[in-house]
């Protein structure tokens, strides 16, 4: 699924039921949109990407 994401960069999300929040289900995927690497979690990673408005944040789920 292709969907519009922070700053209107194309990005592959996963349909989630968070709103507001791009949810990537690959680290490869987020740092293509341009997120770096901010945090790990316990499911994968927490990403950012620096917008004209502050950071953005996103979320990688590596689990299933």
Do not use: H
């Amino acid at each position: 699924m292709r969907a519009r994401g922070v700053g209107g960069i194309a990005s592959p999300i996963q349909k989630n039921n968070m709103v507001g929040v791009t949810v990537f289900k690959s680290l490869a995927d987020a740092l293509r949109a341009g997120f770096q690497i901010y945090d790990r979690t316990s499911e994968g990673y927490l990403v950012r990407t620096k917008t004209e408005n502050g950071w953005a944040m996103a979320l990688v789920t590596c689990k299933d």
